[in-house]
């Protein structure tokens, strides 16, 4: 009997992501490549002859979650009219990029394993388990195509990611992300601002410039940071709302701080990643500015566009860190009254300069920070969103909220999540992905709730 390789035609295919905005990008291009070739995306495991993860290795939870999830998948029967005999899985992002081959030892059942600089090769390797062959992995250093070259299928019609820089150069002691994603590579501003462009006549409401560190953007290409020109050039196509992520703050320059309350379409919105609050820590941790610097910046930014909503991240337990500095960066958490603040307790990544830093503060110790930070940080969140009541503030409706389907869930400029009911006489397709004013009745923590005026 004359079996036949199944084509991408026959088959289903699931890519489940974790991590940052960058990993979610890729994976709409993993999404876009794989419907370009016939396959069809279904929304569960379970439906899937190809699940993809999109991994992330910047803390050692990732790493753990990954490999269960993915030893768990050897109980998931295939559907029952799937082509393949065995459901082909494959990893990809940054785990995938970190331990190539070396995956099929730990997690034998794997077919694929594609690196950070690998999208593009996807189709190929799993076309060559499809024609036979055992397993497949592919992890090169670096790609000559930027993943905004390969198809797309975004996640939401009306809000799309635009990568301006892959890649970083900063080697923050703790971080793994340079080792995984390479140096700085900066796309050409041409090349921004036509994708840019390509959005705001397709009817998309937001674009988010992302990067590792968006602020050093064009240093490999014209020999100066050009961010700025970036944002002007964009605001220029026509967007109604831009956003960008992740700043670094020793490269926030005045004349980006000048554009928050002055350029058009920027949202009042940045998240600075301050990582500690005492100039000890954030010296071992290898980020060159102090805690009077990055005061400044806030202060600046106030003064640019008063009312600015502003975000960060927090490491707590970095080695060798003492109480003193532990509550240095509580104080600077108090005072800067932070929208929103990520906090993480250190994660130790083997290559990296921290994980042969002396770390001997007991776990429970570190626990006990953490909790206290996050105490504070909820109650700054909810002080924040409390000023918002009684106001009217234009919404980007997202879709129904996922808790509760009579609510439409969207976000405010100030990157709030609002939620209010959908008005009588008005479908959820008109509303979905416009921007209407809601006035907001209540403020919790994580959310403002209100109506449609
Ligand atoms: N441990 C804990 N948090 C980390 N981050 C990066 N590396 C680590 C690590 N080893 C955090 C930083 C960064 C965010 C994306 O993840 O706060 O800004
Ligand atoms: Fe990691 Fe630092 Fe680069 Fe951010 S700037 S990705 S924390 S090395």
């Not at 993993?30 to 992330?56: K, P, S, W, Y």
């Not at 906090?343 to 921290?354: L, N, V, W």
Request: glycine share 8%; charged share 25%; hydrophobic share 40%.
């Amino acid at each position: 009997m004359i079996s036949q390789t199944p084509s991408f035609g026959d088959l289903t295919f699931h890519v489940q992501t974790f991590g940052c905005q960058m990993n979610k990008h890729d994976s709409e291009r993993v999404v876009g490549m794989l419907e370009n070739l016939g396959a069809r995306d279904v929304g569960t495991i379970e439906e899937a002859d190809i699940v993809v993860f999109m991994t992330c290795c910047v803390r050692e939870a990732a790493d753990i979650r990954l490999i269960g999830q993915v030893n768990t998948m050897k109980n998931v029967k295939l559907r029952p009219n799937s082509p393949l005999s065995k459901r082909i899985i494959a990893v990809g992002g940054c785990i995938g990029q970190r331990d190539g081959e070396k995956l099929f030892d730990e997690l034998p059942h794997l077919s694929v394993v594609f690196g950070t600089n690998n999208l593009a090769s996807l189709p190929g390797l799993i076309s060559d388990v499809l024609d036979g062959c055992g397993h497949r992995a592919e992890t090169i250093d670096e790609s000559k195509l930027f993943p905004s070259d390969l198809p797309s299928t975004r996640e939401h019609s009306w809000a799309a990611w635009l990568p301006i820089t892959i890649g970083c150069n900063n080697f923050c002691t703790y971080c793994i992300v340079p080792y995984v994603r390479g140096r700085e590579k900066s796309r050409t501003l041409e090349e921004i601002v036509a994708e840019a462009q390509r959005y705001v006549d397709a009817g998309v409401k937001e674009i988010t410039l992302i990067g590792q560190n968006v602020n050093s953007y064009g240093r490999d290409l014209y020999g100066e940071p050009r961010f700025a020109e970036v944002l002007k050039a964009v605001d220029a196509t026509g967007i109604e709302r831009l956003r960008f992520a992740t700043s670094h703050p020793k490269d926030l320059t005045d004349e980006v701080i000048g554009m928050f309350g002055s350029l058009r379409s920027l949202m009042p919105a940045l998240h600075l990643p301050a990582q500690s609050g005492s100039n000890a820590i954030l010296e071992a941790m290898h980020r060159n500015y102090t805690v009077e610097r990055y005061h400044e910046l806030i202060d600046k930014l106030r003064d640019a566009c008063p009312g600015i909503a502003l975000s960060t991240d927090i490491i707590v337990g970095f080695p060798g860190e003492t109480e003193a500095d532990f509550e240095d960066t509580y104080r600077l958490v108090d005072e800067v009254g932070y929208s929103q603040v990520f906090t993480f307790i250190y994660s130790k990544r083997e290559g990296t300069p921290a994980a042969s830093m002396p770390d001997d503060t007991p776990r429970e110790v570190i626990q006990e920070r953490f909790d206290r930070l996050v105490d504070l940080v909820q109650q700054r969140a909810y002080l924040a969103n409390q000023a918002e009541l009684g106001a009217t503030i234009p919404v980007l409706v997202e879709g129904a909220s996922k808790r509760d389907a009579a609510l439409l869930t969207g976000k405010s400029p100030k990157n709030q999540t609002v939620h209010a009911p959908l008005p009588e006489a008005v479908s959820l397709s008109d509303i979905v992905g416009t921007i209407a004013p809601v006035k907001i009745d209540e403020a919790r923590t994580w959310y403002l709730k209100g109506h449609f005026v």
